[in-house]
């Protein structure tokens, strides 16, 4: 059973998913505003948030954004709800750091596969023979207590951008297609984008600083964990991999010129 905290200012959403996240054995606390919906965070610390983005006081991604820079709280996964189901508005949601992202109107049987994928990355893997904290150039990966670091500096990372971290690091030197990701990482086969990936691996890449050129774009294809760190220190088109995932260019996330643009502006609109 899981404590879910459920954000959402429409009275009938809230309602069938108390009813349907209690039957499936889960305790749920409900809040129809962004502050009431923090409040319930900091103080009961559940295993998963569920957020509208419309909401009448906070917006989404303001609650978003400060359960992210709260060190108590950060590492909870949210699952967004959203009427905008652009794809656009979808990767801002994710470059906020959102774990997931559905769209209203929603299949509720598809949201709770959803939640059960969600929690499921969230919770420690069974143990294996593996050593448990490794060292692979300037990163430090301790499995068992899901904490990294790049040289001395710990980063703060979601449970899916660890499981995204430890994916790419065990498969390292093969290349991993966006849709065998979503498969491995995101643990269910939905209707989700593959530009998807690319909006948490272009995050993931940003907070590991100094080692981010040990994940390499393979245009076209996907992702690649470098097989050796001094790998890395001779890559002088690092400037053109990143193109594939979230540039400034816009190409690695398929949007037009005039979508890119406007980037910025669904930014601020969703505040």
Same mark, same amino acid.
């Given at each position: 059973?899981?404590?879910?905290?459920?954000? #959402?200012?429409? @009275?009938?959403?809230?309602?069938?998913?108390?009813?349907?996240?209690?039957?499936?054995?889960?305790?749920? =606390?409900?809040?129809?505003?962004?502050?009431?919906?923090?409040?319930?965070?900091?103080?009961?610390?559940?295993?998963?948030? &569920?957020?509208?983005?419309?909401?009448?006081?906070?917006?989404?991604? $303001?609650?978003?954004?400060?359960?992210?820079?709260?060190?108590?709280?950060?590492?909870?996964?949210?699952?967004?709800? !959203?009427?905008?189901?652009?794809?656009?508005?979808?990767?801002?949601?994710? $470059?906020?750091?959102?774990?997931?992202?559905?769209?209203?109107?929603? +299949?509720? *049987?598809?949201?709770?596969?959803?939640?059960?994928?969600?929690?499921?990355?969230?919770?420690?893997?069974?143990?294996?023979?593996?050593? =448990?904290?490794? @060292?692979?150039?300037?990163?430090?990966?301790?499995? $068992?207590?899901?904490?990294?670091?790049?040289?001395?500096?710990?980063?703060?990372?979601?449970?899916? $951008?660890?499981?995204?971290?430890?994916? =790419?690091?065990? *498969? *390292?030197?093969?290349?991993?297609?966006?849709?065998?990701?979503?498969?491995?990482?995101?643990? &269910?086969?939905?209707?989700? +984008?593959?530009?998807?990936?690319?909006?948490?691996?272009?995050?993931?890449?940003?907070?590991?600083?100094?080692?981010?050129?040990?994940?390499?774009?393979?245009?076209?294809?996907?992702? *690649?964990?470098?097989?050796?760190?001094?790998?890395?220190?001779?890559?002088?088109?690092?400037? !053109?991999? #990143?193109?594939?995932?979230? +540039?400034?260019?816009?190409?690695?996330?398929?949007?037009?010129?005039?979508?890119?643009?406007?980037?910025?502006?669904?930014?601020?609109?969703?505040?």
């Amino acid at each position: 059973m899981a404590k879910i905290v459920v954000v #959402d200012d429409e @009275q009938d959403i809230l309602e069938v998913l108390d009813f349907n996240l209690k039957k499936a054995g889960h305790e749920v =606390l409900t809040a129809s505003t962004g502050r009431d919906g923090l409040e319930l965070a900091l103080k009961r610390n559940p295993d998963l948030i &569920i957020l509208d983005l419309m909401l009448p006081d906070l917006s989404g991604t $303001e609650v978003c954004r400060t359960i992210r820079a709260n060190t108590d709280i950060r590492q909870v996964p949210i699952l967004m709800l !959203s009427a905008r189901g652009d794809e656009i508005d979808r990767v801002v949601g994710f $470059e906020l750091g959102a774990d997931d992202y559905v769209t209203k109107p929603f +299949s509720v *049987r598809e949201l709770m596969l959803r939640v059960r994928a969600v929690l499921g990355r969230s919770r420690p893997a069974p143990a294996v023979k593996r050593p =448990l904290a490794v @060292q692979f150039g300037r990163l430090r990966i301790d499995r $068992e207590a899901h904490r990294v670091w790049v040289d001395q500096d710990e980063l703060i990372l979601t449970a899916l $951008e660890f499981k995204l971290l430890v994916t =790419l690091f065990e *498969r *390292r030197n093969r290349v991993q297609t966006r849709t065998s990701l979503l498969e491995h990482v995101w643990g &269910i086969h939905a209707h989700i +984008s593959t530009r998807t990936v690319d909006a948490h691996v272009k995050r993931l890449r940003e907070k590991l600083a100094a080692a981010r050129d040990y994940v390499e774009t393979v245009r076209g294809v996907g992702y *690649r964990f470098k097989e050796d760190p001094e790998e890395a220190g001779s890559d002088e088109a690092h400037g !053109s991999l #990143d193109a594939d995932d979230g +540039s400034p260019t816009g190409a690695g996330y398929g949007l037009d010129p005039g979508a890119l643009g406007r980037r910025s502006a669904v930014a601020e609109r969703h505040t």
